[in-house]
């Protein structure tokens, strides 16, 4: 019966759905492949076609460029990658704890320190009040800790991590290990964290996307170049070009302006640095798949 | 007297868990609860010089401010309410329809490969996006322009005019989270029980039939809940779609500025003139509070176990 009926939905229905899903992944996927192609081009023929899958001629002459000139990028990549081991490291340790203490029926600080967590739902005071107390009474302007303290907790990454806890390691496992005399220091790290090995990955994984992906807090705090991230090198590289673009348009560029806009990385050479950038998040996210998505269905239920 | 004795007693037993609570204690204090202190500048006129503490009191200048320049204040929160709704609406439907695709194709293989590589846009920075859509929308060199031009077609100065963003923006965010958004149904999908669409089946029901009796029905209480949750956003956006995506061009500010993107302008302007700013986040705040308060509520009443308190 069973065969009959998958025979029966395999049919025309099917490959029309098929075209479908693939159109939709293509379109996923094409954009992406635009930056490749460009950055792989020869810079006459995005002078000559513009952006296009098919150019006249291929070069390496971005990379080149990015290997010769990428001095930034080399900075950008420590600063970036600093930030993204020791902002997700961080964070998944302070939360962890957190979330383990918050897990424990007999911590009697349960229920007052759930509602100061809560209360970081409701209220808030932005970008603008995050901004005015990190630069006038904390002073991270250009410091390498705003990129990694401000969003160390949060409270849905807290009540995720505990919600695991509480349903993944069984009350009994804990009493036992107390009656043989472990502390809760011994108990967190030798017998809970192995358990939230999936949760770890799955919370781990995103937290260290979004510090690779991270723009706005370099772009508010951070100007020395020493601290720049990829992201802010690539804006920076952007806004800097519009801007000679601009002044040359008004024919107003000054002798310093012009060679700035002579040495200025081309179109492609851009694109070649944006994959730079890319890359190690493209390749990692495959083997992380399973992880965020068991992630996020443990994240939809509430402990 | 003696429950305080008691607690302190019990505390102490504890007081491992609680060094171990410590340091998250202190960061959600210095990084959450501060910042609302300083959202005290709405009714301050703050001075770069004096810094946060000093600045002069003003009472409520800065939200007569803001309700006088009803202009830039109406258009902020319109685009932002009128931004949340479309990208409600248009996402939820993408979403739940490309869920139930992956779920009928037979081909289990390709689905999942072509999972994977549709969840790749919700990993790509919203600066390489900013790139990707000046590569296609440039005047010069943009791909559609240059589709346009061998067309014969006069070329789109796409960066001012205003009128095709909400297009664009829509199109973007659906290309970058729809991947992503389907995880969930998909999951419910397959969690569901498979032999009730094989007994439709041989009652002569057609998969449409069964997509619109048995399908969508199951998903519903899982849409309802999702977008009550998300209510409690319905103040914010996002600044990578907003202010990154347009490239913070003025012309464009009035179909695309969002609260935030306006935030986000004004402190990276230069400009230390943060009264009206203050007053509008204090609004977005005020407003973001009661929705999530509302919709806690609401999805209490729906179902008690995804409520947050």
């Not at chain 1, 043989?180 to 011994?186: F, P, V």
Request: a positive charge; one cysteine or more.
């Amino acid at each position: 019966m069973r065969d009959n009926v998958r025979r029966r939905t395999a049919g025309g229905g099917q490959g029309l759905l098929a075209l479908i899903l693939l159109l939709f992944t293509l379109l996923c996927f094409l954009p992406v492949l635009l930056v490749l192609i460009v950055s792989f081009s020869e810079e006459t023929s995005i002078a000559a076609k513009g952006f296009s899958y098919f150019p006249t001629a291929w070069s390496l002459s971005a990379y080149r460029y990015v290997m010769k000139f990428g001095g930034q990028l080399l900075v950008s990549y420590r600063v970036t990658i600093l930030e993204t081991l020791v902002g997700t490291l961080l964070s998944l340790f302070v939360t962890s704890m957190f979330a383990y203490s918050l897990s424990r029926k007999s911590f009697p600080w349960r229920g007052g320190l759930s509602i100061y967590l809560l209360i970081t739902m409701l209220f808030s005071g932005g970008t603008l009040g995050s901004y005015l107390v990190n630069t006038n009474l904390f002073h991270l302007k250009n410091s390498f800790w705003v990129l990694v303290l401000p969003g160390c907790v949060t409270t849905m990454n807290v009540i995720v991590m505990r919600t695991f806890i509480q349903t993944n390691v069984p009350d009994s496992l804990i009493e036992a290990a107390k009656i043989d005399g472990a502390s809760d220091y011994r108990l967190f790290f030798i017998i809970v964290i192995p358990i939230m090995a999936p949760v770890l990955a799955s919370l781990g994984f995103m937290g260290a996307v979004g510090h690779w992906n991270q723009w706005m807090t370099s772009y508010l705090y951070i100007s020395s170049p020493e601290l720049t991230t990829l992201q802010q090198m690539l804006i920076k590289i952007e806004n800097n070009l519009d801007f000679l673009k601009e002044r040359l348009a008004q024919g107003q560029m000054s002798l310093e302006e012009a060679q700035e806009f002579k040495n200025a990385p081309s179109e492609t050479a851009r694109m070649a640095m944006l994959f730079c950038t890319l890359g190690p998040v493209l390749v990692a996210y495959p083997f992380f798949q399973r992880f965020f998505i068991k992630g996020m269905t443990v994240g939809a239920i509430k402990g | 007297m003696a429950q305080i004795k008691r607690f302190f007693r019990r505390s102490f037993q504890s007081r491992a868990l609680i060094t171990m609570a410590l340091p998250g204690i202190v960061m959600v204090f210095l990084f959450n609860y501060m910042p609302m202190f300083g959202i005290l500048v709405a009714f301050k006129r703050y001075n770069y010089a004096l810094g946060l503490l000093k600045s002069p009191w003003c009472g409520m200048d800065n939200f007569r401010l803001m309700i006088t320049n009803t202009a830039v204040t109406w258009r902020i929160v319109r685009n932002t309410l009128g931004y949340y709704f479309l990208f409600t609406l248009v996402g939820t439907v993408a979403n739940v329809t490309l869920a139930i695709a992956l779920h009928e194709c037979v081909y289990k293989g390709f689905a999942k490969t072509s999972q994977t590589i549709m969840i790749m846009p919700t990993f790509i920075s919203f600066i390489a996006v900013t790139y990707i859509v000046n590569a296609l929308l440039n005047n010069a060199t943009g791909m559609f322009n240059n589709i346009l031009r061998t067309m014969g077609k006069k070329t789109v100065n796409w960066y001012t005019a205003p009128q095709y963003w909400p297009a664009i923006l829509t199109i973007v965010k659906i290309w970058k989270d729809t991947g992503y958004g389907s995880i969930l149904y998909l999951s419910a999908l397959s969690g569901m029980d498979q032999e009730i669409f094989e007994a439709a089946e041989i009652d002569g029901a057609t998969k449409g039939q069964q997509i619109r009796y048995i399908t969508l029905p199951m998903l519903t209480s899982m849409i309802c809940i999702l977008l009550l949750l998300g209510l409690g956003g319905i103040m914010h956006s996002n600044t990578g779609l907003h202010y990154q995506v347009t490239k913070n061009v003025g012309l464009l500010y009035s179909t695309t500025q969002t609260i935030d993107a306006f935030i986000l302008n004004a402190l990276t302007s230069g400009s230390s003139n943060f009264g009206m700013n203050g007053a509008v986040t204090f609004f977005q705040s005020a407003v973001g509070c009661v929705m999530v308060v509302v919709t806690n509520l609401l999805v209490r009443r729906w179902d008690p176990d995804k409520s947050l308190f």
